[in-house]
């Protein structure tokens, strides 16, 4: 089953009366339970291709489905709450709450996105903690933790509110090479025990040799899909 539906998806943006196209009728399926990546230059449309998907923007023309919704339609409303129930994001700057422990931020999408009673979240929080190995972290505040620390806690954000899908822009482009084959290595065990969908915009050639399609974007069109080693 198709968990993304792209079809001749167009995104342009209008500056200084400038029409710059982002995206040129871009057409794909994603199945849910995927390992992707995205790739290509800077400025190919890779991020706004996740944007996209995540409901952060809206496409110009075209037709995108994520999880049988037509995002396109969804009011500003609608897409914050799709987000809450199906998307996680993982970002390459963390974007972790400074002020919060791990755990608290963590937490964070269970407490303002869906409401989740304390039990619940304590549950959920503890037990994906434990499953990207930083339990012993969670009082912890984001500046006492170390870079792979920081993006496991934020991998665990990802994943607390069980999303279908995990948008990850660039994740590993702030970590040394050790770290970041760790983090590629719990994002694949995630895929597989959680059968949660991973689509990656990245450069980094360990995430590219990881993932199972290799879609290549450039100037805003797609050139084409390859099967790639982690297929």
Sequence with gaps: ?????????????????????????????????????????????????????????KPSGGRLEVAGIDVAQLSRRQAAAFRGDHIGFVFQSFNLIPVLTAFENVEYPLVMVQ??????????????????????????????????????????RALVTQPALVLADEPTANLDYATATMIIALMKRMQTELNTTFLFSTHDTRIIGAVETIYTLEDGQLLGSERGKGS
Excluded: H
């Design 115 to 156: 409401n989740r009673p304390a039990s619940e979240r304590r549950t959920r929080v503890l037990g994906l903690l434990e499953a990207v190995g930083i339990s012993d972290q969670k009082d912890k505040v984001p500046e006492q933790l170390s870079g792979g620390q920081k993006q496991r806690v934020a991998i665990a």
């Design 1 to 57: 089953m198709s968990l993304i539906v792209a079809r001749d998806v167009r995104k342009s943006y209008t500056t200084e009366a400038v029409e710059v196209k982002a995206l040129r009728g871009v057409s794909f399926d994603v199945e849910a339970g995927s390992f992707i990546a995205f790739v290509g230059p800077s400025g190919s449309g890779k991020t706004t291709l996740l944007n996209l998907i995540g409901c952060l923007d």
